[in-house]
């Protein structure tokens, strides 16, 4: 995977909702991996994911920062960002498909996923179940090993101007630290640039005592976007 010349970096970080099956595609997740204990999601964004697990009978908890919002304010921010996010797949034709009316083949779906998000967003806060926690990485308030799985989508390494290599250390660890089995994708950022300090990143965790394996996936949003890493504890 390499950058693309004319593929445009998105800016600022964007609140976004991607489909619940995308994300299995993308950190290459099986039905029993989602079922086999307490999942984390972080960042869950307005992703559908941890909805969609708990409709299967599993146990998830979502992390973002824009948890903190109310349902009315946080649908406001949703439908701004997603507006962002068709604007930036409407310039880029040769990347993302565009049907007749040239908008992004994908976004009826993340509407219809954002719309479950905040329908399950809206009874959580209701009922108070705590299923969607206003937290930021690099720290997590959660005791060692809570989850079977961490799933983190399109935030780390996604915006490298945002954070550095020192952030990225700590979050990995942190979700490590909570979580047996973390995946992390995609590994480039949202203009295809893979992360420079990749390799580095990686010897820090080696050293660390924590095992990475690179999965090769098939990518959604984009088909670039095709690795996944998957971290564990030796
Ligand atoms: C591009 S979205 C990804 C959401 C979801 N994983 C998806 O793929 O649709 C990035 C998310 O990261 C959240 N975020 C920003 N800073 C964060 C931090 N320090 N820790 C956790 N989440 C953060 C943002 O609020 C935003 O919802």
Redesign the pocket.
Known sequence: MSSTPGASAIGD??????PATDCVAQFALSTDDLLAGPVLD??????DFAATVRTLGGTAVS????YSHSPSDLARAVERDLARVRAWTASQPDRFPLDGAGQWTHAHRWNTAAATFLDDFRRDRAATSGDYRAL??PRLPFPDDSFTLAVS???LF?YPRHFDVAFHLTAIRELVRVAADVRVHPLNDSARNPYPALPRLLRHLTEAGITSELLTVQGQSDSRDNLTLKLTRR
């Open positions: 970080i964007v609140i976004t909702a991607r972080c960042p869950g964004g307005a992703s992390a973002d920062p824009v930021s990485l989508g399109f935030l996604t």
